[in-house]
């Protein structure tokens, strides 16, 4: 299982200083690169999440190549991006360094002049500020990992999901530390802390189309209530993402592994509290916050919430259908 955060775990070392750059080390790290000017139209790569765009330029083509395979669905030819950001690598052996034996992974977030600024392990990236789209970024890779592909790659994706998360924040979306299920048309998301079941909730439910068991995307629907989304990242058992489709949303469950079955709706400030645990890099900054507060208020009045105590038995959907149902024959705004 991932931990909460939803990062994929790092092989960081700890024999570095722990350095947590600024907007400043960024535009000193540009300055001291010697190496010829990429071609970025030719090692570029656009992917659509939702309702976000992203253009990664100075991808070199082994990278890029691999890229494409593993995020195929998510790979566009065109549209307007909504973030560009370069590649680079950085003078520097790592950045954050582990604070305790068996950590998974961590990141620091923090806000200059406007820009987020993302650091871990392995990587340090920045994007900002959001007056105008597209916004524009970077991602530094610490140069002693550089020729390692599985660095690149956990470093990117680590990067991309913090990345997405503010991204579909400002469209009035979010991400969620859930288990996505699409059945019979519509999503049903399970969420909670590591540990708390959501694969054994996706392994219980041969019959749907998984969206993820570890990350899905929120995000407002085209007409009215919320909509849900597949994104790249996986957990340890999903599939490989065949669609970057959206469904509405039928219903959030906060899962509690539990004796028997038990199916207790929370609305207004409890139902915020329970989705605010499972929202991944957003909350540690006033800056995202507030923001996130505001849109996790309206999905908690839109979409039903609520708590699911649960046993490793399918019977649990028997108690989610009717639960559904009874929403939406009382006028639920996603029925």
């Known amino acids: 299982m991932k931990s909460m955060g939803s990062t994929v775990p ?38 659509r999440v939702g309702s976000a765009t992203v253009r990664l ?12 395979r593993r995020y195929r669905v998510f790979c566009v030819d065109s549209g307007e991006p909504d973030a560009v950001i370069t590649m680079g690598l950085a003078e520097t052996d790592g950045f954050l360094r582990l604070q305790r034996p068996g950590e998974i992974c961590r990141v620091h977030t923090a806000w ?25 970024g970077e991602l530094c890779f610490a ?14 994706e680590n990067f991309l999901r ?27 998301l399970f969420f909670g802390p590591s540990g708390s079941g959501k694969t054994t909730v996706t392994m219980l439910s041969p019959e749907t189309l998984v ?23 996986r957990g340890l058992l999903a599939p490989d993402p065949v669609s970057a489709g959206s469904w509405p949303v039928a219903g959030c469950f906060r899962l509690v592994q539990a004796p028997q079955e038990r199916l207790t709706r929370v609305s207004g400030a409890p139902a915020m509290g329970e989705l605010s645990t499972s929202l991944p890099f957003v909350l540690d900054r006033p800056e995202g916050a507030s923001l996130a507060m505001q849109t996790l208020a309206e999905a908690a009045r839109m979409i ?5 105590e649960f046993r490793k038995d399918r019977r649990f959907w028997q108690l989610i259908t009717a639960a559904v149902d009874d929403f939406s024959e009382d006028g639920g705004i996603n029925s």
């Not at 330029?57 to 494409?68: D, F, V, W």
């Open 304 to 308: 039903p919430i609520f708590r699911l």
């Open 112 to 136: 200059e002049e406007g820009s987020l600024v993302a650091v871990s392990y392995e990587w340090a990236g920045w994007v900002g500020p959001h007056r105008a789209a597209p916004v524009t």
């Open 211 to 233: 969206l993820s068991d570890d990350l899905v995307m929120v995000l407002r629907g085209a007409s009215s209530g919320f909509e849900a989304c597949s994104v790249p990242f």
């Open 57 to 68: 330029e100075g991808l070199p083509a082994q990278q890029r190549e691999n890229l494409t």
């Open 162 to 188: 913090v990345l997405f998360a503010h991204l579909i924040l400002r469209r009035g979306g979010f991400l969620l530390h859930a288990s996505g299920l699409v059945r019979e048309g519509k999503a049903y």
């Open 143 to 156: 140069s002693e990992r550089a020729d390692d592909p599985a660095s690149f790659d956990r470093s990117l």
């Open 10 to 47: 790092s092989m960081a070392v700890a024999r570095h200083a722990e350095l947590i750059p600024d907007l400043a080390w960024f535009a000193l790290q540009r300055t001291q690169r010697t190496e010829e000017p990429r071609n970025t139209s030719a090692r570029a790569l656009t992917l």
